[in-house]
């Protein structure tokens, strides 16, 4: 079988709400982006480019010998933002570019050959991305969680932060329970059951995973694509894809990836896997 050629773009701005500078973070001496491309260039990709819009990430990375491309300032997302890379690059429109957030050194480089790979045998597909089966009805109602209902190819059918899909007669049973435990506690008994928690038998019920495959010229056409308004409610520039037509493969992971880097204790918590690993 033939392999996927592709590259990895990571995309690393400087500013970040929760954890400004993130990017240059020091992870068992080296900065985080640096550990996120040293990952990424497992997965036997022909490139692996940092796009940044400073010049401090720029030089820490290029001091660890990673490849950078300077991009824009103004950018709204990570895609934006990898779209100038194929512009810059004059990319062919069949290139194949596997987006990795700078901010998930843990990332398995498995999932991103697989992810190229899958766009790669699947010609109708603009962009291919990953999820994983939800472990409980607390994922599923948490809306920032975000859900991936598939078709029976394995196409994405859409994306949301609501509980999709949703198990009518078992939610209304669950409904029911939590009147039940109100009136429990206010001194009137009534049964709780670990089934509150759990999802019904065989709900396919699935976490979209932040990691995606572009095609080149995809990735041209988006940034012409006006914006969905099912995008803008809920907050998912996926939905801009299925909005317009485009074909999103899902591939099935047995296990969740290794969570990123969001706050300061999630760097904590990264720092400590890096020592534990020495």
Known sequence: MSRALFSVVIPARYASTRLPAKALADIAGKPMVVRVAEQAQKAGAARVLIATDHQDIADAARA???EVLMTR?????GTDRIAEVVDQL???DDAILVNVQGDEPLIPPALIGELAQMLFERPQASVATACHALADAEQMFNPNIVKVV??????????????????????AARSASKIRNALSAIGVKSANSAEDHALPAGLPAYRHLGIYA?????????????PAPIEGFESLEQLRALWHGHRIAVTVCTE???????????LERMRAMYRSAV
């Not at 598939?150 to 939610?171: E, K, M, V």
């Open 64 to 66: 660890h010998q990673c």
């Open 73 to 77: 300032a103004d950018h709204v997302s």
């Open 90 to 92: 004059a990319l062919e």
């Open 150 to 171: 598939l078709d029976n190819a394995g196409y994405a059918l859409y994306f949301s932060r609501a509980p999709i899909p949703y198990a009518r007669d078992a939610f």
């Open 214 to 226: 572009y095609r080149a010229r995809y990735l041209r056409e988006y940034t012409r694509l006006t």
């Open 256 to 266: 969740a990836p290794p969570a990123g880097v969001d706050t300061p204790e999630d």
